[in-house]
């Protein structure tokens, strides 16, 4: 039995504009996980009259049917966080202050030289829950997140609006816990990425001649990111899903990988392989993207922007000559790049990119989008491939550097370990 | 008089977690700068049940107050798309196809070669609006938006989701219709960014004590982004804006500025001047957001991307002397690397990043966070800062690009052109 599930954000610098609600999508792409729908998004500003007011509604609700609200923020220290203040005239429960989180602000606030008593009121008040809720224990801030019942197998959770605490909170507490609130059978899932192919194309001829064989038993999600598809399998079948992603692998041999860039960070640890860049259009995004992971600093080594033709010359040694006859952006300008690098650097990969990112600089021949990858792979062979890449010059580079990764990710594949 | 702003957007995809809703903080944040605060974001799936009753809530609370309802998705071609029929549903209206909707339409498919009997019904279908409603044109796609009376004073505006058509269709067809609806004062609005100061400190330090004498006829918001917080003020009465801001630069001279991102693109275009950047723990960051806008490569040059020590050497002649005896991390290292860079790149501006971006790397002297930027200013002039930012890796390195953009913002600043 499933519940009737709400993400409720309050902020008003949500309801403003001025920031943008990430959580309540990563919330519901982590239920979609765990194999439940949510069924609406709220988002109040900081007003207590219109929180209270919602709560009481969805507390009504819950006189029908199960429901489980997940409200993310209110629980900081400053005057406009009124989450406790209006979960208590909801229920008419007092509060307390959880011994534990008192201990941690203890030691936090001993660790920066103050004491006990230093404790501001305000940030004190994030260690008070409801009495008699379930609580949630917050490992990277202060403020405690908590359980309160609100209904008939129905749940109200609070929990922090930071991300970082609270995604924290969630996949470490609140998970475990709705399991045991709503257990449900064990729900399996499998997750490839597809490259260079959209999601309507993808549909029309891989889910509907699949829909009576597949479809019936196992659901399907799909989402775009910059340069490829994630294809999302989910059943209670183990076999089903095996077969679902079998038949993915032969239609699509070519443009088929699992997460690149856990891969491509793992593999270059475990096999002790070193990678250096060059990037004209992308200007470090590439970069950017190969030292996101803590401890990428084992195989990244650095590289060049050669945003400038004159840089191209300059700091790789590429004739203007050759810039000149084939243009900045060709295969053989992204050749050039790409050994100069690994002259240079002496990595096992190399990687160059160089592309029209636009809005403008595009030609005939070489539209806005065009984009050379140049790899030079540990064996010393180097190749180059040429794409359009659609969208605006955010998208074109995100792509690039995407799919810079992909081929890494391909060669790394190949490989015999 | 205010009407109660809901924004409602519909989609899937949304609740699902794969899309993040870009819209309804858009669309807020327009409001906002039109004098208008929205008291709740709602999001629901393509479900015409749920929508249908959301609706039919609205329509009840439109009986107590004025109510303006501006809901976006569900416009469209595919069998998903329930916005018209739920509208139909809820008023009881028949629909009718908009005649110069249809033209467009026409024309559209004419110029792919194709014929008006080749329209596919539900093609067809977006040209559709209730019957008596105020229509609005879409000149970037298909469907048509419309505005619908459900109160006294209180409206449900439908809009197409995609973001290209609903933005377009906001700013030109619905403000000026809104503004025919709801008559108000013009509002005036300034925005200035406060750097390395937290909200809570802005607030105590400056909203608090000008309260009385500014924010009873001002509003204030404040929005935290990586390294700044922007302050946004509103009035009607432009001689006390002006007093506010007044106020702000006596109170932060040195740490107050503009939108930097525009500003350094501006300047750098207008004074004709060149910067290179050499990165470590930022691993290509600030490279890529000085080539965000188009038109970049007019100053931005390239550079180094030295996340080794190796590389710091190797690429621009740093000893590994320096490098040990005062640690990568080190104001001496920032100030080698930005020399080195200047020698390599003859640019006007040159800029070093080196940094412990965390989670590990961090000891007593130079904790997690720990950045040093070095800056060479077209007088040839070097300068080293020392940060210490808060936050995980992201922000960490999000931060210090941006800090890095300030630095060149001051140094651009104080130039006398």
């Given at each position: 039995m499933s519940p009737f599930i709400v993400i409720l954000s309050t902020g008003s610098e949500l309801t403003a504009g001025?920031?943008?609600?990430?959580n309540s999508g990563w919330i519901a792409n982590q239920l979609f996980e765990l194999g439940w729908k949510v069924k609406k998004f709220i988002t109040l500003p900081d007003d207590p009259n219109l929180i209270l007011s919602e709560l009481q509604s969805l507390q009504t609700l819950a006189k029908e049917k199960p429901v489980l609200v997940i409200m993310t923020g209110g629980l900081g220290p400053t005057e406009d966080d009124y989450t406790l203040e209006t979960v208590l005239k909801l229920t008419g429960k007092t509060s307390y202050s959880v011994e534990k989180a008192k201990l941690r602000l203890t030691k936090i606030y001993e660790s920066r030289?103050?004491?006990?008593?230093?404790?501001l009121p305000n940030v004190f008040r994030q260690t008070f829950v409801p009495e008699g809720c379930k609580t949630l224990d917050n490992s990277v801030g202060i403020a405690v997140g908590f359980v309160e019942v609100i209904g008939e197998n129905s749940y109200l959770v609070c929990m922090p609006g930071v991300p970082s605490e609270m995604t924290e909170m969630f996949k470490r507490r609140l998970v475990p816990e709705l399991k045991k609130l709503y257990p449900r059978e064990n729900l399996l899932q499998k997750t490839k990425w597809l490259w260079n192919i959209g999601e309507s194309l993808f549909q029309n001829d891989f889910i509907e001649p699949n829909r009576d064989e597949f479809f019936k038993e196992a659901e399907w999600g799909v989402t775009a990111n910059r340069g490829y598809i994630k294809c999302i399998f989910q059943s209670t079948n183990q076999n089903l899903l095996d077969q679902i992603i079998n038949r993915l692998e032969t239609q699509y041999p070519n443009i088929i990988s699992d997460d690149v860039f856990s891969f491509v960070h793992e593999r270059l640890l475990g096999e002790n392989l070193t990678i250096s860049v060059v990037e004209s259009c992308t200007g470090g995004l590439l970069g950017k993207k190969l030292t996101?992971?803590?401890?990428?600093s084992a195989y990244f080594m650095g590289g060049f922007l050669t945003y400038s033709n004159e840089m191209k010359s300059q700091l790789l040694g590429i004739p203007s000559e050759t810039i000149n006859s084939f243009g900045a952006v060709s295969e053989e300008v992204a050749k050039a790049m790409v050994d100069g690098l690994c002259l240079k650097t002496g990595t096992d990969f190399g990687i160059s990119i160089t592309g029209i990112a636009g809005?403008?600089?595009?030609?005939?021949?070489?539209?806005?989008g065009t984009v050379c990858i140049g790899i030079k792979e540990p064996n010393g062979e180097t190749t180059v491939f040429r794409y359009v890449f659609p969208g605006n010059r955010e998208a074109i580079r995100e792509n690039a550097s995407n799919t810079a990764i992909f081929l890494i990710y391909q060669s790394l594949k190949k490989r015999v370990i």
């Amino acid at each position: 039995m499933s519940p009737f599930i709400v993400i409720l954000s309050t902020g008003s610098e949500l309801t403003a504009g001025r920031s943008l609600d990430t959580n309540s999508g990563w919330i519901a792409n982590q239920l979609f996980e765990l194999g439940w729908k949510v069924k609406k998004f709220i988002t109040l500003p900081d007003d207590p009259n219109l929180i209270l007011s919602e709560l009481q509604s969805l507390q009504t609700l819950a006189k029908e049917k199960p429901v489980l609200v997940i409200m993310t923020g209110g629980l900081g220290p400053t005057e406009d966080d009124y989450t406790l203040e209006t979960v208590l005239k909801l229920t008419g429960k007092t509060s307390y202050s959880v011994e534990k989180a008192k201990l941690r602000l203890t030691k936090i606030y001993e660790s920066r030289g103050k004491e006990y008593k230093d404790i501001l009121p305000n940030v004190f008040r994030q260690t008070f829950v409801p009495e008699g809720c379930k609580t949630l224990d917050n490992s990277v801030g202060i403020a405690v997140g908590f359980v309160e019942v609100i209904g008939e197998n129905s749940y109200l959770v609070c929990m922090p609006g930071v991300p970082s605490e609270m995604t924290e909170m969630f996949k470490r507490r609140l998970v475990p816990e709705l399991k045991k609130l709503y257990p449900r059978e064990n729900l399996l899932q499998k997750t490839k990425w597809l490259w260079n192919i959209g999601e309507s194309l993808f549909q029309n001829d891989f889910i509907e001649p699949n829909r009576d064989e597949f479809f019936k038993e196992a659901e399907w999600g799909v989402t775009a990111n910059r340069g490829y598809i994630k294809c999302i399998f989910q059943s209670t079948n183990q076999n089903l899903l095996d077969q679902i992603i079998n038949r993915l692998e032969t239609q699509y041999p070519n443009i088929i990988s699992d997460d690149v860039f856990s891969f491509v960070h793992e593999r270059l640890l475990g096999e002790n392989l070193t990678i250096s860049v060059v990037e004209s259009c992308t200007g470090g995004l590439l970069g950017k993207k190969l030292t996101e992971q803590p401890g990428s600093s084992a195989y990244f080594m650095g590289g060049f922007l050669t945003y400038s033709n004159e840089m191209k010359s300059q700091l790789l040694g590429i004739p203007s000559e050759t810039i000149n006859s084939f243009g900045a952006v060709s295969e053989e300008v992204a050749k050039a790049m790409v050994d100069g690098l690994c002259l240079k650097t002496g990595t096992d990969f190399g990687i160059s990119i160089t592309g029209i990112a636009g809005p403008d600089g595009g030609s005939e021949g070489k539209p806005v989008g065009t984009v050379c990858i140049g790899i030079k792979e540990p064996n010393g062979e180097t190749t180059v491939f040429r794409y359009v890449f659609p969208g605006n010059r955010e998208a074109i580079r995100e792509n690039a550097s995407n799919t810079a990764i992909f081929l890494i990710y391909q060669s790394l594949k190949k490989r015999v370990i």
